[in-house]
């Protein structure tokens, strides 16, 4: 059964650092372009990065562009979102994303606070 678990998420003071990670099962990882998005209270989920199936090519959202990196393990089926100067307005639920043809998966998501 496919499966993506996230974890990393937790509590953090603005200018703090976090990384999360996205460990997949159940699907053949190295043909799977990855996502991370976000979904605030109350907002729409906001796709924050991507990274192609094999690594080499990434985008980023420019609210978080030059803060965050996406980056992948294809021997540990997981991708990874590092988090640096993180401000209270990045506060949500974390989720990544597996993208390939018509399939689409999605994890339960992880919390992250950044609080002062």
């Known amino acids: 059964q496919e499966r993506l678990v ?3 998420g937790g509590l953090v003071q603005p200018g703090g650092s976090l ?5 997949a099962s159940g699907i053949t990882f190295r043909h799977y372009a990855m996502s991370w998005y976000r979904q605030a ?8 990065a991507r ?5 080499t090519s990434t985008d980023y959202a420019d609210s978080v562009k ?3 990196t996406i980056s992948r ?4 089926n997981t991708v990874y979102l590092q988090m640096n100067s993180l401000k209270p307005e990045d506060t949500a639920v974390f989720y990544c994303n597996a993208n390939w043809l018509s399939f689409k ?3 339960m998501g992880t919390q992250v606070i950044v609080f002062s």
């Not at 209270?41 to 924050?48: A, D, F, N, V």
């Open 73 to 76: 393990d294809n021997d540990k």
């Open 105 to 107: 998966f999605w994890g």
């Open 51 to 55: 990274i192609s199936a094999d690594g």
């Open 19 to 23: 990384r999360l990670s996205c460990t």
């Open 41 to 48: 209270p109350g907002k729409e989920r906001e796709l924050l």
């Open 66 to 68: 030059g803060r965050f």
């Open 6 to 8: 996230e974890s990393g």
